[in-house]
């Protein structure tokens, strides 16, 4: 089966750094995604891996384990505006296409 | 350059009733896939457009179904509403070929009563 797993809920103080985890285990590995959705607005794109390591784009970084069914999200210089829902979807490649299989996404809340 | 565009953006129904939801794909691309999230849920699949016939679909009753036209744009139909039915639903469009990330649009808050 295909599962994702992230945690529900955390927070962190502004200007801290914080770490989002997420494991999967799917069939058809293409790729994984990380989104961010602000409370009652559509996913906009962070960030893509598909190959092992470290991708890193100004303030946020996705880091990527195949092997390990790994991934984490790196925010750095966390500001209020960064409080919302970030989303872990894996790209499956099955029956000759590509679908998302999405977490249930980790609640971020940010302090001052 | 136009992003996603879904619409309506707010919706309320009556249990029974069917629902049609609407969603223009980004410039360019030839991909819709409709997702169902409930509250506090990540998106769930229902299925994918490709070249106008359905092409993979995720866990949902035949009640949901869908239609690609020939210039990408899709439609979501849902029959005999539920009250469970209530989310939001949200249309993402990508390429077939090439590109990366799936945009998506602002979704469509649906209401059962």
């Known amino acids: 089966g295909q599962n994702i797993d992230q945690p529900t809920e955390m927070t962190a103080t502004e200007g801290a750094i914080v770490q989002i985890n997420c494991t999967y285990q799917t069939s058809g590995f293409n790729g994984l995604f990380w989104y961010q959705q602000h409370a009652g607005e559509a996913p906009t794109f962070l960030s893509y891996n598909v190959l092992d390591g470290l991708e890193e784009k100004g303030r946020f970084s996705s880091f990527l384990s195949r092997s390990k069914g790994y991934s984490y999200l790196l925010l750095k210089e966390l500001q209020m505006k960064d409080s919302a829902s970030y989303l872990c979807?894996?790209?499956?490649?099955?029956?000759?296409?590509?679908?998302?299989?999405f977490g249930a996404g980790t609640r971020l809340a940010v302090h001052p | 350059d136009a992003g996603v565009t879904q619409s309506p953006t707010h919706l309320i129904k009556t249990r029974g009733q069917q629902v049609t939801l609407r969603c223009s794909p980004k410039?360019?691309?030839?991909?819709v896939s409709w997702y169902q999230q409930a509250l506090g849920q990540g998106p769930q699949f229902i299925f994918q457009?490709?070249?106008?016939?359905?092409?993979q679909r995720g866990n949902f009753p035949d009640r949901f179904s869908g239609h690609q036209f020939p210039n990408y744009s899709s439609e979501l139909n849902v029959n005999a509403l539920l009250l469970g039915d209530s989310a939001l639903y949200l249309c993402?469009?990508?390429?077939?070929?090439?590109?990366?990330?799936?945009?998506f649009g602002q979704g469509t808050r649906l209401t059962v009563v």
């Open positions: 979807a894996v790209r499956s490649f099955s029956g000759g296409y590509n679908k998302l299989i």
């Open positions: 410039s360019g691309h030839d991909t």
């Open positions: 993402a469009s990508s390429l077939e070929f090439g590109g990366e990330e799936a945009f």
């Open positions: 457009y490709y070249e106008e016939e359905e092409r």
